[in-house]
T-cell receptor, first 112, second 114 residues
Framework: NAGVTQTPKFRVLKTGQSMTLLCAQDMNHEYMYWYRQDPGMGLRLIHYSVGEGTTAKGEVPDGYNVSRLKKQNFLLGLESAAPSQTSVYFC???????????FGPGTRLTVL | KNQVEQSPQSLIILEGKNCTLQCNYTVSPFSNLRWYKQDTGRGPVSLTIMTFSENTKSNGRYTATLDADTKQSSLHITASQLSDSASYICVVTWVTGGGNKLTFGTGTQLKVEL
């Protein structure tokens, strides 16, 4: 099993450009999450999904959109990237909100 | 406000030595507390989980303790190895009307040297 995978691993964008980060999991998990990790701060939840076709806002949702069209995939979109969105993005999944979250390897995004 | 604070921010120890990392939280109502290990350039990986009724939990050379009364947890690493160099993150799960929520600490950066 690959677990949780993320693509791409690295990306550099110019301000105003758009992009989509892809997260895939092969553990048949219902719940999936997108976090951002910034220096000196704990992981912060951007959006999450409790099942196929559902999405919900987390702690820092502004500037991001998500979609969960298939159970195994969770997409994070930036419609108009800003330098404040420079960060490392982690996707995670679990069977339920009480269970251990399994994290992907992360995507390092730089917005110039 | 639900918060998780970890100390120290960073720590350097010699290989073979022991160390203890601290986590204090103000999260309520408490559900469980996990310690994660995050290697550089990788995602966090769970080491231990403790619920309200558990005082201690071990995973190899890692031993976590929990005092739910004082809202403190510690992670003790015994006979450290170079591979223990990583960030250790304390994560507290709390209960809301909308389900369980997580609050992450900022982590303790541990470096093990020869």
């Amino acid at each position: 099993n690959a677990g949780v995978t993320q693509t791409p691993k690295f990306r550099v964008l110019k301000t105003g450009q758009s992009m989509t980060l892809l997260c895939a999991q092969d553990m048949n998990h219902e719940y999936m999450y997108w976090y951002r990790q910034d220096p000196g701060m704990g992981l912060r939840l951007i959006h999450y999904s409790v099942g196929e076709g559902t999405t919900a806002k987390g702690e820092v949702p502004d500037g991001y959109n998500v979609s969960r069209l298939k159970k195994q995939n969770f997409l994070l979109g930036l419609e108009s990237a800003a330098p404040s969105q420079t960060s490392v993005y982690f996707c995670a999944s679990n069977r339920g909100s009480y269970n251990e979250q399994f994290f992907g390897p992360g995507t390092r995004l730089t917005v110039l | 406000k639900n918060q998780v604070e970890q100390s120290p921010q960073s720590l350097i120890i010699l290989e073979g030595k022991n160390c203890t990392l601290q986590c204090n939280y103000t999260v309520s109502p408490f559900s469980n507390l996990r310690w994660y290990k995050q290697d550089t350039g990788r995602g966090p990986v769970s080491l231990t989980i403790m619920t309200f009724s558990e005082n201690t939990k071990s995973n190899g050379r890692y031993t976590a303790t929990l005092d739910a009364d004082t809202k403190q947890s510690s992670l003790h690493i015994t006979a450290s190895q170079l591979s223990d160099s990583a960030s250790y993150i304390c994560v507290v799960t709390w209960v809301t009307g909308g389900g369980n929520k997580l609050t992450f600490g900022t982590g303790t950066q541990l470096k093990v040297e020869l």
